[in-house]
Nanobody
């Protein structure tokens, strides 16, 4: 059984930071590119960031470029999203997802999803 479990969400003030974590079980972690997505109330789920299987390639949405950093530790089967300089518009449920082998930046490309973790940024 495949499970993705996110943690690290919460309520913070504008300008502060959060570090999200997501751990994969049930599959070989190093065989999967990993992505972070977010969904605000009443909006579609949007791409945030993704990282290749070995961690050598990363990509970001324009809205978070320079503020968010994705990383992974294959030994711990965990992907991270360090979020700095948070803004109220970053408020959303954040989901991690696993995509077999090849890094992609679209929701439909991903094979497995976590349950999400709420991030709320107050102004």
């Amino acid at each position: 059984q495949v499970r993705l479990v996110e943690s690290g969400g919460g309520l913070v003030q504008t300008g502060n930071s959060l570090n999200l974590s997501c751990t994969l079980s049930g599959r070989t972690f190093s065989s999967y590119a990993m992505g972070w997505f977010r969904q605000a109330p009443g909006k579609e789920r949007d791409f945030v960031s993704a990282i290749s299987r070995g961690g050598n390639t990363t990509t970001y949405a324009d809205s978070v470029q320079g503020r968010f950093t994705i990383s992974r530790d294959n030994a711990k089967r965990t992907v991270y999203l360090q979020m700095n300089s948070l803004k109220p518009e970053d408020t959303a449920v954040y989901y991690c997802a696993a995509k077999y082998w090849v890094l992609r930046a679209t929701v439909s490309a991903y094979d497995y999803w976590g349950q999400g973790t709420q991030v709320t940024v107050s102004s």
